[in-house]
């Protein structure tokens, strides 16, 4: 079995867990014999509390040394980045077997005395892949927007309230006269 970082992190948890248990329990036999009872239930209670982390502390490790020999008995492994699901291949492709227009021939003229049922199977699955829309993948960013050529642009950043210039016509000119 590979040991992985994430048992040796629980080892070591571990591993420190009973040095820590040990410590302490040399530390509670050390104690006098004229201790009060308080004090030694208090002892007892931080004993108690060390056991129950060193319980966890090897139920971790124990754990994690099952997850990873599930990992090697396994015949899927996962690589670094995770599942990778790709796309299908397309029925017609550049370098693919079939012809698109084989099988549409084949299938259109009965004459040719030609009885291909995978050709229509085919077709049936190309029309089908026509219909259904590609999945893009969106790019969590997108670049710098390209500048605006119109003059809206430079009108509306250019210091003035106003979005847009007034357009005085001629006609309303004459007309408030």
């Not at 227009?101 to 699955?125: K, N």
């Given at each position: 079995?590979?040991?992985?970082?994430?048992?040796?992190?629980?080892?070591?948890?571990?591993?420190?867990?009973i040095?820590?248990?040990?410590?302490?329990?040399?530390?509670?036999?050390?104690?006098?014999?004229?201790?009060?009872?308080?004090?030694?239930?208090?002892?007892?209670?931080?004993?108690?509390?060390?056991?129950e982390?060193?319980?966890?502390?090897?139920?971790?490790l124990?754990?994690e040394?099952?997850?990873?020999?599930?990992?090697e008995?396994?015949?899927?492994?996962?690589?670094?980045?995770?599942?990778?699901?790709?796309?299908?291949?397309?029925?017609?492709?550049?370098?693919?077997?079939?012809?698109?227009?084989?099988d549409?021939v084949?299938?259109?003229?009965?004459?040719?005395?030609?009885?291909?049922?995978?050709?229509?199977?085919?077709?049936?699955?190309?029309?089908?892949?026509?219909?259904?829309?590609?999945?893009?993948?969106?790019?969590?960013?997108?670049?710098?927007?390209?500048?605006?050529?119109?003059?809206?642009?430079t009108?509306?950043h250019?210091?003035?309230?106003?979005?847009?210039?007034?357009?005085?016509?001629?006609?309303?000119?004459?007309?408030?006269?």
């Amino acid at each position: 079995m590979k040991l992985t970082k994430r048992i040796e992190e629980a080892r070591q948890r571990h591993d420190e867990a009973i040095s820590a248990l040990e410590e302490y329990g040399a530390k509670i036999d050390a104690l006098p014999d004229d201790t009060k009872q308080d004090e030694r239930d208090f002892h007892g209670e931080v004993l108690a509390a060390l056991e129950e982390k060193t319980a966890k502390a090897l139920e971790k490790l124990e754990r994690e040394v099952a997850f990873q020999k599930a990992r090697e008995a396994s015949a899927f492994v996962m690589g670094d980045g995770g599942v990778k699901v790709g796309e299908e291949e397309k029925t017609y492709r550049p370098a693919g077997r079939h012809s698109y227009f084989r099988d549409l021939v084949v299938t259109s003229v009965r004459e040719l005395g030609i009885e291909d049922p995978a050709a229509r199977e085919r077709l049936t699955r190309h029309a089908s892949e026509i219909r259904t829309p590609p999945s893009f993948v969106m790019s969590p960013r997108p670049t710098q927007a390209p500048p605006r050529s119109s003059p809206r642009s430079t009108w509306a950043h250019s210091g003035s309230t106003r979005k847009w210039p007034v357009v005085r016509s001629r006609t309303r000119s004459r007309l408030s006269r």
